[in-house]
């Protein structure tokens, strides 16, 4: 089977964003408007933080209120297909825990595609790219 990522030690996190900037740079841009992954603050570093990532659903609520299947599910996760989407932010919507980012510039969302790559950059060891 494939590989998901996972959050492995929140406890961990101190709000760096190096994993959302090595997510967003998948896409050769700097900043983190293409970043699949978001870190929310529960109170800085005394409360700490919620890393926010996609859960690979075994039934995506994102994929079943798209209107024109532009979400499919796939072996680990969803996968959009931008050309299909129409920016309807529905997704964002359906999402319980808010791992569906949006691309203001695109008008598209952005859903982790369980690549590991943000896994690799952080120093922490709060993410994991595991074999599910």
């Known amino acids: 089977m494939g590989k998901r990522l996972r959050v492995v030690d929140v406890e961990r996190c ?3 964003l190096l994993c959302a900037f090595a997510c967003a ?5 700097g900043g983190l408007a293409k970043s699949a992954i978001a870190v929310r603050s529960v109170g800085g570093m005394e ?5 926010v990532v996609c ?4 039934d995506p609520p994102c994929q079943a209120v798209c209107p024109v299947g532009a979400i499919r599910k796939v072996e680990v996760g969803v996968r959009v297909d931008a050309e299909r989407c129409i920016g309807c932010g529905m997704c964002v919507e359906a999402c319980a825990i808010g791992a569906v980012q949006w691309d203001v510039a695109e008008r598209k969302p952005v859903i982790c595609v369980h690549c590991g790559l ?3 950059f952080c ?4 993410l994991a790219h595991e074999e599910v």
């Open 25 to 29: 740079r998948r896409f050769g841009g």
């Open 123 to 126: 120093p922490h060891g709060v």
């Open 118 to 120: 943000c896994a690799q």
């Open 47 to 51: 409360r700490g933080f919620v890393v």
């Open 14 to 16: 101190v709000d760096c």
């Open 55 to 58: 859960r690979a659903c075994e």
